[in-house]
T-cell receptor, first 116, second 111 residues
């Protein structure tokens, strides 16, 4: 079974520029998550999609971050404009979402963003 | 607000020297407690889910246990390949599927 795919793996941009990350979840997984992981910290949820609808975006800085999941499969996360504090690893995860059952989230390798 | 605290921040063991990692949590209505392993440059890898106090799960040299306030990850006779950061996360009944992670314990096992 193929895992969660993300691209690019690394990105370096200057502050105030824009950047986009792409994620392809595990086939058949209805739920998709974007997390931000700052160096030395645990991941923090930015946004959760159930199929192509947003379930939780309470921790997404909406003035600069946006995300979409077209057709309930792939997703993109965009930052515009970027700030120095956005330097982090952006992780995409997906889960099967079985109501009342196990709901393990499987993570991709992440995109390491450096803002200079 | 859900909170997860992991200790110690870093742990060095000799190969074969057993030890435990701690995860203390505060959550409104625990749905599940998750353990992940993260290697440098990679995403977290799922290890275990625990749902209720008293539950235990094992995988190779790892054993996870859960009480009403904390979880332990016991590592028995570790090998150098067990070196990684171990992350604990909680899923609360009031916050859907969101995982709230601790900051992790960085484990190094020397040969």
């Amino acid at each position: 079974e193929a895992g969660v795919a993300q691209s690019p793996r690394y990105k370096i941009i200057e502050k105030r520029q824009s950047v986009a990350f792409w994620c392809n979840p595990i086939s058949g997984h209805a739920t998709l998550y974007w997390y931000q992981q700052i160096l030395g910290q645990g991941p923090k949820l930015l946004i959760q999609f159930q199929n192509n609808g947003v379930v939780d975006d309470s921790q997404l800085p909406k003035d600069r971050f946006s995300a979409e999941r077209l057709k309930g499969v792939d997703s993109t996360l965009k930052i515009q404009p970027a700030k120095l504090e956005d330097s982090a690893v952006y992780l995409c995860a997906s889960s099967l979402y079985r109501l009342g059952g196990d709901d393990e989230q499987y993570f991709g390798p992440g995109t390491r963003l450096t803002v200079t | 607000e859900d909170q997860v605290t992991q200790s110690p921040e870093a742990l060095r063991l000799q190969e074969g020297e057993s030890s435990s990692l701690n995860c203390s949590y505060t959550v409104s209505g625990l749905r599940g407690l998750f353990w992940y392993r993260q290697d440098p440059g990679k995403g977290p890898e799922f290890l275990f889910t625990l749902y209720s106090a008293g539950e235990e799960k094992e995988k190779e040299r790892l054993k996870a246990t859960l009480t009403k306030k904390e979880s332990f990850l016991h590592i028995t006779a570790p090998k150098p390949e067990d070196s990684a950061t171990y992350l604990c996360a909680v899923q609360a009944g009031t916050s859907g599927s969101r995982l709230t992670f601790g900051e992790g314990t960085q484990l190094t096992v020397n040969p």
